[in-house]
């Protein structure tokens, strides 16, 4: 999944706080597109399975910088599909009333067959 990857790659750049940190916000560099701040902290599961961001650890609030681009780089490096993340399903839709929906990702299922 995204945020994985995201995280292990952020680790490898920054100082992100151990143990179960995850990526609450974030948000696209409106002037540089290829940039993307992250907002993450570590925060409790709450009683409905969830995480209670509102129940946040202080001292955990991290903000971190990336690239796309580098990110993509080292997805590839690391043999991460760039398409799909590594999870072999790509977003075909997704809406509050329908949930998302996923297809089979084609670049996965194309190295699959040349790798036969």
């Known amino acids: 999944m995204l945020g994985e ?3 292990a790659y952020l680790r490898e ?6 143990g ?3 990526i609450y916000q974030a948000e696209v560099n409106c002037f540089d597109h290829d940039t993307t701040t992250v907002n993450g ?13 509102s129940q946040s650890d202080p001292e955990t609030k991290r903000f971190f910088t990336y690239s796309s681009d580098r990110f993509d780089e080292w997805r590839k ?16 839709s997704s ?4 949930g998302t929906t996923y297809r089979p990702c084609d670049a996965c299922a194309r190295k699959a067959v040349l790798d036969e």
């Open 13 to 18: 750049l920054y100082r992100v706080p151990d």
């Open 20 to 22: 179960e940190w995850r």
């Open 5 to 7: 990857n995201l995280i």
């Open 95 to 98: 809406s509050m009333k329908n």
């Open 77 to 92: 490096s690391h043999g991460i599909c760039v398409r799909c993340d590594g999870t072999g399903q790509v977003v075909v």
């Open 41 to 53: 902290s570590v925060a409790p599961i709450g009683k409905n399975g969830r995480r209670d961001w």
